[in-house]
T-cell receptor, first 113, second 111 residues
Framework: AQSVTQLGSHVSVSEGALVLLRCNYSSSVPPYLFWYVQYPNQGLQLLLK??????LVKGINGFEAEFKKSETSFHLTKPSAHMRDAAEYFC???????????FGAGTILRVKS | DAGITQSPRHKVTETGTPVTLRCHQTENHRYMYWYRQDPGHGLRLIHYSYGVKDTDKGEVSDGYSVSRSKTEDFLLTLESATSSQTSVYFC??????????FGPGTRLTVL
């Protein structure tokens, strides 16, 4: 069975500061990993994905994530936060052969001016 | 944006009444999914479909049924709604295990 743990249900940063959202996964097979973003009253939008190619993945809006097998982690980072980054972020894992996603509980990012 | 619509977008109903939510896609994707989103739980899979008339249960399927008679439509039915089914429901589609595309969501309130 696969599972995802997102450390910190709420993260607050100042505008211009580093964003770090943590995700650890559990999977019995080499996983595919995803970060999605949800703005208020909207659906989920894919930020980036890891599908066994490069371990450092770049996504939209300046976000990136690094797959670390030894740490079973896939943390999301952005060097400089913008007010528009305020949203809820979800990490998800899938079995490459299973076509199903398992989501973490989500992290709400607040950006202070 | 992937062509996914959900209807209705908002619904208020009473305990014990049947409710059907519709997901419609224009992408001809094979897989369709229904999730519910609740604070502190992220998104949890209710049911999914891997083709017309082919469906399977997800993590939280009790109290829900689904049907898929056409590639483009995936219906979620609450036979007798309960207050614990108050939630935001999302439909998603995919063609592979690579990525899922999400609809705008349906906010359901059961009084």
């Amino acid at each position: 069975a696969q599972s995802v743990t997102q450390l910190g249900s709420h993260v607050s940063v100042s505008e211009g500061a580093l964003v770090l959202l943590r995700c650890n996964y559990s999977s019995s097979v080499p996983p595919y990993l995803f970060w999605y973003v949800q703005y208020p009253n909207q659906g989920l939008q894919l930020l980036l994905k890891y599908t066994s190619a490069a371990t450092l993945v770049k996504g939209i809006n300046g976000f990136e994530a690094e797959f670390k097998k030894s740490e079973t982690s896939f943390h999301l980072t952005k060097p400089s936060a913008h007010m528009r980054d305020a949203a809820e972020y979800f990490c998800a894992v899938s079995d490459p052969h299973g076509n199903k996603l398992v989501f973490g509980a989500g992290t709400i990012l607040r950006v202070k001016s | 944006d992937a062509g996914i619509t959900q209807s209705p977008r908002h619904k208020v109903t009473e305990t014990g009444t049947p409710v059907t939510l519709r997901c419609h896609q224009t992408e001809n994707h094979r897989y369709m999914y229904w999730y519910r989103q609740d604070p502190g739980h992220g998104l949890r899979l209710i049911h999914y479909s891997y083709g017309v008339k082919d469906t399977d249960k997800g993590e939280v399927s009790d109290g829900y049924s689904v049907s898929r008679s056409k590639t483009e439509d995936f219906l979620l039915t609450l036979e007798s709604a309960t207050s614990s089914q108050t939630s935001v429901y999302f439909c998603a589609i995919s063609e592979s295990s690579d990525e899922q595309f999400f609809g705008p969501g349906t906010r359901l309130t059961v009084l």
